[in-house]
């Protein structure tokens, strides 16, 4: 099976059908009797509504149906909630906001739904959104962190005295002061880590469908996890049993955590399905994702790293303040708190005191993306440790290298939340420095001089913490002709689970990956699933097949000894096929499973069928890692960044398949570099308005703003999972950030600039060298 | 309304549309030729890039009723299963799409470019994709698929 089994770079097999145009997205499900909807957003970053007027609306032609916020308390909805519950300043729960499907009352963000039109046709839902009259008496507003904390500052929620929901103190702060107080140098620095979109090209999209002789409800919608979906909109919001909605993700357009959870619209679509006894579908503009897409990230960190004479790490002491923006996501403000361990790095240091607050502000809630936390942790490290690196004159690499944790020390407890299961970082270190030729940069930096252009190297080595949620089912069945069905409760949108699963499967059971079918995304139809997100979904779904499929040989052989009429002992499973050594004789897979299904022949004692359902759950997390190396070239008259090399060693444990993995690390490091160079959501610091509402003004990465990308995989096993693989999504993403920004101060550093915060774009930069050159002068 | 007749992929259509009926809401609603995507509301993204008369357009740029008497072609158009064009077999080779939404764009953007260009280098490819964000593959790949579909 090495042709398509693990390791085997096999062409996706999704590919054929978004290739030809036949791909099947939420968008593209045609429905008898379709009506529209339209969502009517607050246009204040903070106000009360004193009043509704839907006359109006309501008579516009084609309207079927006006509801407000007023309609959706009267209906009595409950709200989403945060998964994570910590502690305030005085130690007592945090403040759980009320998050409502529409708002009555009071607004917190622009783009804060208050109202929908249902109409025939979207242009009339549109129009009659228009028409929706909001008695508004605006507020002041705040949107960024400093002013949220700033002395009587304006409230998000009167219930939170100054705009704080969330203080905890984690590490040893003892222990730390003391690393600190034997220090030769202290490092500090203060970073604003931006504030992205997730901006996947599909935009957010469902449709709602209402049964009344069933009294339940359909779902169909862009989501990563169909249960997750299925569970908050029934059991938060509807409360109604998670049996009476059915939740089908087809065809997702790309995710990154924006479609991990519900927003409002999936449960209006439902909702309003309902009262107009119609399908009802809405498709989010460009426009209206800028405003009401969950965005993330969006935080500032003082970060101090203290180190002895010879550049020992002895100590990091960490201040993080989170935006949350106006409401608590599911998985908001997770991001400060989950992947705070990543702070050791691939480091011997074991002195770690963290600070975390949370603030609200009137801004477009926060949720996880790509990385959730980790870019950040890793930023805060990795950039630091090249600040020490310039302040004490040791090269960044070489400083890394004298703190990097030895191979022969694995498995390595930090002292601060993780222990390092695996991974072999020297190795990955070297290979990184020989795939950049560390050694020859100080040549070709001379060479751009000559030219009249700055040029810099970065380094960062990430190492972050994958498949958090260590449960997932998969089902492997056979029918009654023999033919494979592989079921999971995983989603795949981009990540190549059609094929990867397959090649698991494969090579477990020797049937061919294009002889399988494949079903996820259908709450009816698969085993309750955590969705995908955070890695996991090989970790944790690949290894329940694997587990399945072992059950699979296991009964096979059970009943290929009755069939053979020999013991099972003597029975031996390859490729497929199980054979007896006592007489040579052999039965597949598929006559296997014919035979199981025929209840005449098998003995009551095996019972008729051929299926294996596994719950699989892991024995912990798995620390996927690799050692980033960004080249950059400036021009100084216009600040202007072009990326010259990028090399990643990386370890994600286990390869399924080369082609998948290279290409979901280089997407990570395309996002990264986005975040760095040029992307960012940026609000009015007076109104709190959104100014980057369209890809006009929200610089999205282009083929031409991105470098050739090399990659080496370095495949370290994973010990706590049948598969040894590593998370692979997150990854590449996480070290990009700290790796470009390295490399670009690097360049500025000669001039006299000490750091650039992200995204570094041309004017940012200009700026800099500018200011630099002013004080030297002076 | 308007009345717009055109061929579509080899076939003559007619149909009335609302005046503000955009191009790519008519192949997709009126046609349900859902493969062209819309993606952005700016013409920025390039997921609706069709042909029109044989170049690469945005169908989200112009309103149906503008493309009365064209010719065009969509990537229904262009390839099907068993039978693909040298493009799509380029993008599934060499790992060109992964969550397939700014595919169809990309592939009708990338014919446009060996339209025009030979045998266009990396940095040619990269400029001429101006028009079209991908947000998953960082376009290497993307790339990687346009000039070996130039070369084969």
Known sequence: MDEFGIGAPLPRLEDVRFITGRGRYTDDIPMSGLAFMEVVRSPYASARIKGFDISAAQAAPGVLLVLTGEDARAEGFGGYTSKMRKTNRQGEPNFEPPFRILEAERVRFVGDPVAIVVATSAEAARDGADLVLVDYEELPAISDIKAALAKGAP????????????????????????????????????FAISRVAHASIEPRVGIGLYDPVEDRYTLHAAVQAPHTTRNEIATRIFRIPENKLRVISPDVGGAFGGKGYSHPELALVLWAARKCDRPVKWVCTRSEAFLADFQARDNLAQVELALDANGKFLGVKVKNVLNLGAYLTNAGLQCGFHHVGSICGVYTNRNVDWEVSA??????????????????????????????AAEMSIDPAELRRRNLIPTAAIPYDTGFVHTYDSGDFEKGFDTAMRMADWAGFPERRARSQARGKLRGIGMAYAIESAAGVRDETAEIRFDTSGAVTIVVGTHSHGQSHETTFRQVVA???????????????????????????ASRSMTVAGSALVCAAERIIA????????????????????????????TNRSVDLAGIARFAHDFRQMPAHLGVGFAERVAFVSDGINFPNGCHVCEVEIDPATGETSIVGYWLSEDVGVVINPLVVKGQAVGGIAQGIGQALCEKIVFDGESAQLLTGSFMDYCMPRAKDLPAIEIKSQEVPAP???????????????????????????ALRPLGVKHIEMPA?????????????????? | MTSVSMRVNGADVRADVEDRTLLVHFLREHLRLTGTHVGCDTSQCGACTIHLNGEAVKSCTMFAAQADGDEIVTIEGVGEPGRLHSMQAAFQQHHALQCGFCTPGMIMAGIDILRRHKS????????ELEGNLCRCTGYVNIVKAIKAAAES
């Not at chain 1, 061919?512 to 309750?528: E, N």
């Not at chain 1, 070290?735 to 101060?745: D, H, M, R, S, T």
């Not at chain 1, 774009?761 to 002076?778: D, S």
Request: hydrophobic letters at 45%; glycine letters at 8%.
């Open chain 1, 155 to 190: 409230l998000v929620w009167d219930e939170v005295p100054n705009n704080e929901c969330v203080f905890v103190e984690l590490g040893d702060r003892k222990a730390t002061a003391a690393a600190f107080a034997q220090a030769a140098h202290v490092a500090k620095g203060e």
């Open chain 1, 359 to 388: 603030v609200f502000t009137n801004t477009t809630p926060i949720i996880a993306m790509r990385g959730a936390g980790r870019p950040e942790t890793t930023f805060m490290i990795e950039r630091i440790i090249d600040i020490a």
């Open chain 1, 507 to 533: 090579s477990m059971l020797g049937i061919a990956p294009k002889d399988m079918r494949m079903i996820y995304g259908d709450t009816d139809l698969t085993p309750f699933g955590r969705g995908t997100g």
């Open chain 1, 555 to 582: 009964r096979g052989k059970q009943i290929a000894a009755h069939m053979l009429e020999v013991e099972e002992s003597d029975i031996a499973f390859d490729a497929g096929v199980f054979t007896t050594r006592a």
């Open chain 1, 720 to 746: 706590n999972n049948p598969l040894g693989v590593k998370g692979a999504g997150e990854s590449a993403l996480v070290g990009a950030l700290p790796a470009v920004i390295n490399a670009i101060c690097d």
């Open chain 1, 761 to 778: 774009t041309p004017a940012r930069i200009w700026e800099a060298i500018e200011q630099a050159r002013r004080a030297k002068a002076a």
């Open chain 2, 120 to 127: 266009p280098d990396e940095e040619t490819i990269r400029e």
